[in-house]
Structure formats: structure tokens, C-alpha cells
Nanobody
Framework: QVQIVESGGGLVQPGGSLRLSCVASGFSLNYYAMAWFRRTPGKERQGLSCSNADDASTYYADSVKGRFTISRNNEKNTVYLQMNSLKPEDTGVYLC???????????????????WGQGTQVTVSS
């Protein structure tokens, strides 16, 4: 049974950091690209970052480039998102998803990602 579970969210002040985790089960990250998205009220899910299955290539949306870092530990079947210099506009539910292919969709199009977790809430506020 496929399951994706995110954790690590919380309340953080502007300028602070958080590290999110995404644990996958029922499939091996050795064969699947994994991405992080953010959902905010009234908006479509926004693609933030993606990592190819071999961890050789990573991609970032302009809004998070230089602040967020995606990484993975395929042995632990876990993907991480290190978020630094957080801003209030980073607030939202952070979701992990896979294309069910080894390679990312470079446009981070939500329609190309098939399996999703439930998300973890991140709130950036003073």
C-alpha cells in the first residue's frame, strides 16, 4: 500500500528555519522522483522543488531558490526540505508527491504528480 507522510511543520518566526520530512512506503525512492508543493487557501498547489530518483538533479521554483534545499535518503525512503530565511508568504500546507517516474516534471505541474501525502502545516509569523 502506497503511503506518503510529511512531518516537521510548525510555527516559525520570519527569518527562521524548518526542516520537513517526507517518508514514503509501498514503493522505493530509488525509482521515483519526489517533489514538494505548497498549498494555500484559494490557490492551486504551487510546485517548490523536485529531486530526480538518482538524486543527481534538483529543481527549484524561483520563489524558493537559494532559500530551500531538497535532499533525499533513498535507504530511508525519505525526502527532506530544508527551509531557511522563511517569509510570511511561505505559510501554507506543504505536500510531498511523486511523478511515479525517475525524473521530475521540470514545470512542477501538479497534474504530473500522482501520489500525494496529506501535508504538514507551516506558519511563518511573528
Amino acid at each position: 500500500q502506497v503511503q506518503i507522510v510529511e512531518s516537521g511543520g510548525g510555527l516559525v518566526q520570519p527569518g527562521g528555519s524548518l526542516r520537513l520530512s517526507c517518508v514514503a512506503s509501498g514503493f522505493s525512492l530509488n525509482y521515483y522522483a519526489m517533489a514538494w508543493f505548497r498549498r494555500t487557501p484559494g490557490k492551486e498547489r504551487q510546485g517548490l522543488s523536485c529531486s530526480n530518483a538518482d538524486d543527481a538533479s534538483t529543481y527549484y521554483a524561483d520563489s524558493v531558490k537559494g532559500r530551500f534545499t531538497i535532499s533525499r535518503n533513498n535507504e530511508k525512503n525519505t525526502v527532506y526540505l530544508q527551509m531557511n530565511s522563511l517569509k510570511p508568504e511561505d505559510t501554507g500546507v506543504y505536500l510531498c508527491a511523486t511523478t511515479r517516474r525517475p525524473f521530475c516534471d521540470l514545470d512542477l505541474n501538479v497534474n504530473e504528480y500522482d501520489w500525494w501525502g496529506q501535508g504538514t502545516q507551516v506558519t511563518v509569523s511573528s
